[in-house]
Every structure is written in C-alpha cells, then in structure tokens.
C-alpha cells in the first residue's frame, strides 16, 4: 500500500501546484504589477532578438497554456518519485518539452516566475525548460537563464556547459560570438543564495578544446582573453570526453603548445576523462593523444590514480595496478607501481604495500619501485618509512628517502 500512497501524494502535489494557475497567467502580466512587466518585456526581448515576431492569430491562450503546464506538471511531477531520479521519466518530460513552441515555454517560464512559491515539480520543469530552449536556440536558452537567481549555481553550472558544448559542436562561430559579447559586458557569473562562480574559464576552455583543430588561430585568441586564474580553472574541467578524436588530438596539441609541454597538465586536463569507464578501455584514448613517453607516464598514473583516492571505494587492487602499468608505460613501471602502492596504504596498510613494492624490486638491487613507494608514503608513517629507508641496499637512494624528512632519525 505504501507505494500507491506515495504516488497518490505525488499527484496531489501537482494538483495543488496547479491552483490558480488560470488567475496567475493573467495576474503574472497584470499592468499594475512593474516586477512583472519587466520580466515579460525581458523574456520579450529575447525572443524577438532570435526569432520571428508571434502574430496574435498564433499567440497562445490562457486555456492553451493552462493545459501544457497541466502534462508538462504531471511529468515532472515523477521525475524524482520517491526520492530517486527515473531517467525514463525524465526523457517523457525532455520529448514532451520538444513539443511545445518557444513561445509558450518563454510564457510557460514567466508564469513560473510570477509565483512566490515553488513546488518541486515546478523547480524541475523550471530546469528543463532551459534543455529545451538550448536545443531550439541556445543563444536565446542562455541569455534567458542567465541572470537568473538559481537554486543552485554548481547545477546550474553543469547545465550550461552542457548546452554550450552542444552549441560549439554545431556552430562554433556563433558560441565565438556569444562568448565574447558576454565575456565583454562581464557577463559571465552564475549566482544562487550562497555563492557565485564565475564561468568564465570553463566556457572559454570548452571553446578552446571544440575549435582547436578547425581555428588554432581563435583558439589561442580566446585563451589569450582569460586571466591565469581563469585558465587553471579551465584546467578543472572536462578536456577530452565528448569530443571527436580529431579535437581531442588539437586539444592535447594546444595543451603542449601553451604550457612548454608539461606532462601533469595534460594529465589534469584528461583527469575526468581518465576516471570513466575501465582501464581497459582506455588504452585507446591515450593512444591516440599520442603521448610522449613521459606524458604516457603521467596519463597512466592519472588513471590508476582517481581509481585510489576518488571516492569511498578503492576501485582498483594492487596486482590489477601494476599489470595495467606494465602494458601502457614499461619503461616508467617502477615509479608508477611505488605511487599506486603508496596511495593505497590507506586501504591495505604500511607492511603489506612496502612489502609488494619491495617484491617487484626482487631482481633490481636499486629498488626503484620500492624507492617511489617511500618517497611518497603517508608522511604519518614516518618512523616506519626511516626503518625501510636504513635496509636500502643502495646508499644514494636511502639519503633521498631520509633526506624527505631532514634526514636520518
């Protein structure tokens, strides 16, 4: 009984979300009402800047709109049911919103707007409504949402981005415009209550990876626009998922190009891409990056890496490290090897991690990998480390291990 409930309260929320709503679309354009006005003349704007005026023979009624807020409520309403995201219920209300002409979603969104109180599936249909605008124009989706007050700037953040990937994908010279337009009023902060982040870097590093390749030349122009600290932002983000091959090679090229072909800051760039799916998926990507032997090293270690230390699981065991270690970089596997083992004392512990480090080490007398594992050993294990560094049998490689610490105790 407890599911019929729940969904019985589910559609008593929508139905009381729909309350007045004849009333509101009337008293949402009330002349009286100056926020209102504004808003309506805002939303009016932009959709004429894009698109073909609305003949009033078009223009959609009260009742018209009463009944698409009605399905569109309906859907949302169950979009999260019970406290879970329904995917197929989300891609219900994504083609439903595919239906509906600008026009009625700018309405649709100055409605919602209007009201001084929203409901969870209003809040969803709120956030969709921009999909929608962004596959029919993302210029007017943009500007429309952008100045927004938002629940929450991070999802918001995301939602952009991914609309204007999409958008470059398609016409990247008209993503060029729209960015440098905003970028020069200053336009190009997402707020909520808490905090505001400033998307410049973001947006500017999704231009620079999409036309690379096509316009090298307006890709180091657009970079050369950002300010250091937009640029290590840009870094934070997603450089090579979702793109052609083509475009990551460019994007790897004008990595190399721009920071004197540093290994970590292609392997920073390649981060969220290197933690998705397996590792035996990746030997593809990284292959075609085409690396040099140090950045192969980087990208690898990357990998093996966030498998360690993101998240709650460790999502990968010592003998699967190094055998995936072995394949991609040989001749880097003792370094690599003594990183990974390092980084998972957390999860097996000091001894048994030392000890598989020094097992890998039986027929190399200068114990690289072991060597690797004490330099980069919790510093918490301190004593334990010193003790490993003094049965080094090469002298060099114990003064660097105790030279981490000062020195030998």
């Avoid at 805002?42 to 399905?71: I, K, M, N, Q, W």
């Avoid at 360690?308 to 690599?336: C, F, H, M």
Wanted: charged residues 25%.
């Amino acid at each position: 009984m407890k599911p019929r409930k729940t969904t019985l309260a589910a559609l008593l929320l929508v139905a009381v979300a729909l309350v007045g709503v004849g009333v509101r679309w009337k008293s949402s354009s009330r002349p009286g009402d100056a926020s209102s006005e504004g808003k309506s003349g805002a939303l009016a704007e932009r959709a004429g800047r894009t698109h073909e005026p609305v003949h009033a023979s078009s223009r959609s009624s009260a009742r018209d709109l009463d009944r698409v807020l009605f399905r569109l409520l309906s859907i949302s309403g169950s979009v999260r049911e019970q406290g879970k995201f329904q995917l197929p219920k989300a891609r219900d209300l994504q083609a439903a919103l595919d239906e509906v002409p600008v026009d009625q979603l700018l309405a649709i969104l100055e409605n919602l707007d209007a009201r001084e109180a929203l409901s969870p599936p209003h809040e969803e249909l709120i956030h969709c409504i921009f999909g929608a605008l962004a596959r029919h124009d993302p210029a007017l989706a943009l500007d429309t949402y952008w100045d927004r007050d938002h629940k929450s700037a991070k999802a918001m953040h995301f939602r952009v981005d991914f609309a204007f990937r999409s958008w470059i994908q398609k016409d990247p010279e008209a993503a060029v415009a729209w960015f440098e337009a905003r970028r020069a009023k200053g336009h190009l902060t997402l707020t909520d209550a808490e905090k505001r982040i400033d998307a410049t870097g973001e947006l500017g590093g999704l231009l620079v990876q999409g036309i690379a390749a096509a316009d090298p030349a307006k890709a180091a122009e657009v970079w050369s626009m950002m300010s250091e600290a937009q640029r290590s932002a840009s870094l934070e983000g997603d450089w090579f998922s979702r793109w052609k091959p083509g475009q990551q090679q460019a994007a790897a090229a004008f990595l190399r190009e721009h920071f004197d072909h540093d290994p970590e800051v292609l392997a920073k760039a390649a981060s969220l891409r290197l933690r998705q799916g397996s590792l035996e998926d990746l030997g593809g990507f990284i292959d075609g990056l085409s690396p040099s032997s140090d950045e192969r090293a980087a990208l690898v270690g990357e990998a093996v890496r966030t498998r360690i230390e993101e998240g709650d699981e460790l999502r990968i065991d010592p003998a699967a490290a190094r055998a995936w270690i072995l394949a991609q970089a040989p001749d880097q596997a003792a370094p690599l090897t003594g990183a990974a083992l390092a980084r998972m004392v957390r999860w097996h512990g000091f001894p048994e991690m030392a000890d598989a480090a020094r097992a890998h080490d039986a027929t190399d007398p200068a114990q690289p990998t072991l060597v690797a594992f004490l330099m980069q050993a919790p510093e918490e294990q301190r004593a334990e480390i010193l003790q490993r560094a003094a049965d080094l049998s090469d002298p060099a490689a114990r003064r660097k291990v105790e030279g981490r610490f000062g020195g030998a105790p």
